[in-house]
């Protein structure tokens, strides 16, 4: 049962242009949403996160965004650089502290 | 500064052995959690050890146990491996926030 979709398997981007993925969640307890990147061969790297008092995190030119009543987030890169191109994993936390609900992944590209 | 290391970074067995990985946290974490990674999937919470003690365990049969070493320190051993078992494996240690090592590759023949 996933309760963490990130519907897009892809997606591509021109560099400078603005990137945006995807996540929707079916758990109304989760309360905190992280975006991790992940490049072949290494493990998860933390991203950015936001609490569910939240609708908006911004750090440099990552922005998450939080609609709680349509239980949807997204994560906006501006400008997309090539050096962006990696799967980008949504995940959520239901205050456990430990239980990290992770999405299939959103691989992006950025093209030159 | 050191991150989470993991080994080994791959390994192969066939099926109904069984295999232990091990995993080191940033120094200072005291909490280390395992997940698996199948292909084309995200990461699934497995375990998570918080001052040595079991704080948590995800949908995983018993043949996936976990243990913390004093130095927090852990391994996770699975046994009797199927060829489901194929996945990476990804240790990660916290304090505010979860960091990643680089995984076990393990692949089941």
């Known amino acids: 049962d996933q309760q963490v979709k990130q519907n897009s398997p892809s997606l591509s981007v021109q560099e400078g242009r603005i990137s945006i993925l995807n996540c929707d969640y079916t758990?109304?307890?989760?309360?905190?949403f992280l975006w991790y990147k992940k490049y072949p061969a290494e493990g998860p790297t933390f991203l950015i996160s936001i609490s569910s008092i939240k609708d908006k995190n911004e750090d440099g030119r990552f922005t998450v965004f939080l609609n709680k009543s349509a239980k949807h987030l997204s994560l906006h890169i501006v400008p997309s650089q090539p050096g962006d191109s990696a799967v980008y994993f949504c995940?959520?936390?239901?205050?456990?502290?430990?239980?990290?609900?992770f999405g299939k992944g959103t691989s992006l590209l950025v093209t030159p | 500064d050191a991150g989470v290391t993991q080994s080994p970074t791959h390994l192969i067995k066939t099926r109904g052995q069984h295999v232990t990985l091990r995993c080191s946290p940033i120094s200072g974490h005291k909490s280390v959690s395992w997940y698996q990674q199948v292909l084309g999937q995200g990461p699934q919470f497995i375990f998570q050890y918080y001052e040595k003690e079991e704080r948590g365990r995800g949908n995983f049969p018993d043949r996936f146990s976990a243990r913390q070493f004093p130095n927090y320190s852990s391994e996770l051993n699975v046994n009797a491996l199927l060829l489901g078992d194929s996945a990476l494996y990804l240790c990660?240690?916290?304090?505010?926030?979860?960091?990643f090592g680089p995984g076990t590759r393990l692949t089941v023949l």
């Open positions: 995940a959520a936390d239901e205050n456990s502290g430990y239980a990290l609900n």
């Open positions: 990660a240690s916290e304090d505010f926030e979860q960091f």
């Open positions: 758990n109304s307890m989760f309360d905190y």
